[in-house]
């Protein structure tokens, strides 16, 4: 995309305009994915709440084919900081695990939960949306204006892609935590 992007990745018939990528999956599968592989969802570590409320803060890499080459590229690399002009510094994403809310059933009227994710196909956010499945965990991720696609190094469009998504490092997140905290 050209542009200010929201999203890091959103699932097909998300906000692709404000996407970097869109995924195929759906959302419910990659939330399931992450709590089956026992992660906590919970809120951004820089907001002043309990730390036991705060989701794991988890690495995203983006993998592709380039000819015979394979690349790999952690999924910051593939934004733009808007103010520098250069790729966005190393970050975690942290596991918000979006939200559910009730919605009338269209045939009884009855409220039904809904999965908020599915709905808006929000995966992975830069600018907070509650229904994403993860968040950055920049600074700047309440400012809508702070990030670019990084198009010189994305891949071409319609390029099939692998997301993988892992526990940070825990002496990282440590480091990370105390810069929060100050």
């Not at 939330?31 to 820089?46: C, I, M, R, S, V």
């Not at 907070?128 to 990030?147: C, E, N, Q, R, Y």
């Not at 891949?155 to 892992?166: N, V």
């Amino acid at each position: 995309p050209d542009g200010l992007v929201e999203l890091f990745a959103c699932a097909q018939g998300g906000k692709e305009y404000e996407s970097v990528m869109a995924l195929y999956a759906l959302p419910q599968d990659i939330h399931l994915a992450l709590l089956l592989l026992n992660y906590k969802d919970g809120f951004p570590p820089h907001l002043e709440i309990e730390e036991s409320s705060r989701g794991d803060l988890l690495d995203v890499f983006v993998r592709w084919k380039e000819g015979e080459q394979t690349r790999q590229v952690r999924a910051e690399e593939l934004l733009i900081d808007a103010e520098t002009g250069q790729p966005v510094s190393k970050r975690f994403w942290v596991f918000l695990g979006s939200e559910f809310y009730a919605e009338p059933d269209p045939v009884t009227g009855e409220p039904v939960e809904v999965y908020a994710a599915n709905v808006t196909g929000t995966v992975i956010t830069t600018f907070f949306d509650p229904t994403a499945i993860l968040h950055t965990t920049s600074v700047h991720g309440f400012d809508d204006t702070m990030h670019l696609a990084n198009g010189s190094l994305l891949p071409e469009s319609g390029t099939p892609i692998t997301l993988r998504i892992q526990a940070a490092p825990q002496e990282e997140v440590a480091a990370l935590l105390e810069t929060v905290r100050k």
